[in-house]
């Protein structure tokens, strides 16, 4: 069992989710549970992310027995890594004939799925250079023409496999276009290296999210191109907003730093998460670790949905608080993630000079240590900018904080700045909402260094708080018109 998540942000709980189930399996039934950073996207892959989901999910326990900092029988275990097998693997498609080179340019496919849309179509690659004649191969080759190395999905018929949790699934053939397998910077796309690495790496089971059913049929033709024994699949049914929807950070706070520095336990998370689609035959709702691996079937998973509720995680922490830790393990827990030195030693510059006695810490720093801060509409609104502008705005720069890899003071302040002017704001009118969002006061530290310690997910959550705020505000101006 694996996992593989890419390092291109935050991470996610979806992650740790998945992550929860494979490692759960692997302890039941004696196998190895195998971390797989999966970093091909090299635009937006970041180490610094690699390192946070590493931390993240040693934070919750969710240890792994192959991975690139312990090493293992099958690595690299960094799919950058691993660039050379893949391209092997690539040409062999290309020399057996079920794979070809596709000379077509940005604009073809972009010109392509603008009549495609108009039409009313799915977009979708038409093969255009699926049956490209050797001498016409040579010609591009010979202009030094980029090329990407698409997989021939057959025309007609039906692919099946089976998911262990549905039962077969069959995709017409003629629905799945011919899925690119090695882009022109020679780097795999997700579709080849997954099928090659979970392979060679030896996975029976690939457990993850039911988004990828949709593509499942385009590995199990690769399998099958290969010549490989397929493992089994099981898709986990997405964790979802209340609503239904597919839950993202605009909706839900879904960053796992984000729990950690809110003080969850990381025990009381895991507990949680394991009950998202699944429960205990005696359907309690606060066991371990080990108590949910000793019960887990995936018979007891249910198909419907779960609803990642923040409120019910909350309360499953507050059970932990109350009956499972001692009074020694609370007050340990408290001093490690919620007033751990580190943070207190950065805020004395903040606030010393704002201070007579020590007492005085208390009050000038409360906002640093509490979760959301009250705002109402009157506090943010700007003096020449409408409720509604600054609810776009603030959508528009919580997008570009994520964004933002260098969440310094200095680079902050650099970024937002020019945010500012091309959105044709005065400074002044779009830093103290910003300000007030961010700490509930008109006066405060720099800040962006304030902002930089409060850290990326606590900003983001109060700026949708400042959003939804003005957005009331913007409802109110409405009525009153």
Known sequence: MRIGPSPTGEPHVGTAYIALFNLAFARKHGGKFVLRIEDTDQERSKPEWEAQIMASLKWLGLDWDEGPDVGGPHGPYRQSERQQIHREHAMKLLESGHAYRCFATKEELDALRAEQIERKETPRYDGRHRDLSQAQIDAFIAEGR??????????????????????????????????????SDGFPTYHLANVVDDHLMGITHVIRAEEWISSTPKHVVLYEMFGWEKPKFIHMPLLRNENGSKISKRKNPVSLMDYKSRGFLPQAVVNYLSRMGW?????????????????????????????????????????????VLDEQAF??????????????RALVPLVRERMDKGEDFIGLTEYFFSGDVEIQPDDIKPKKQTFKALAQTFERYADLLDRQDDYSPAALEEVTREF??????????????????????????????????????????????????AKLGAKQEGKNK
């Open 146 to 183: 980029p090329f990407v190395i698409r997989m021939k999905m057959p025309t007609d018929g039906t692919t099946v496999f089976r998911d262990e949790l549905r039962g077969d699934v069959s995709i017409e053939n003629e629905q799945v276009d011919d899925q690119i397998l090695l882009k």
């Open 279 to 323: 429960s205990m035959p005696d359907e309690r709702e606060i066991f371990s670790f080990d108590d949910f691996v000793e019960n887990f079937t995936f018979e007891r998973i249910s198909l419907g949905g779960p609803k990642f509720d923040i409120e019910k995680m909350s309360w499953v922490n507050g059970k932990y608080y109350r009956e």
């Open 331 to 344: 007050g340990d827990h408290l001093l490690s993630y919620v007033f751990d030195e580190a943070r207190l």
């Open 420 to 469: 500012v002017e091309k959105e044709e704001w005065k400074t002044r009118d779009f830093f103290m909402p910003l300000r007030i969002a961010v700490t509930g006061r008109k006066a405060s530290p720099p800040l962006f260094d304030v902002m930089t310690i409060l850290g990326r997910p606590l900003v983001r959550r109060r700026l949708r708080n400042a959003v939804a705020a």
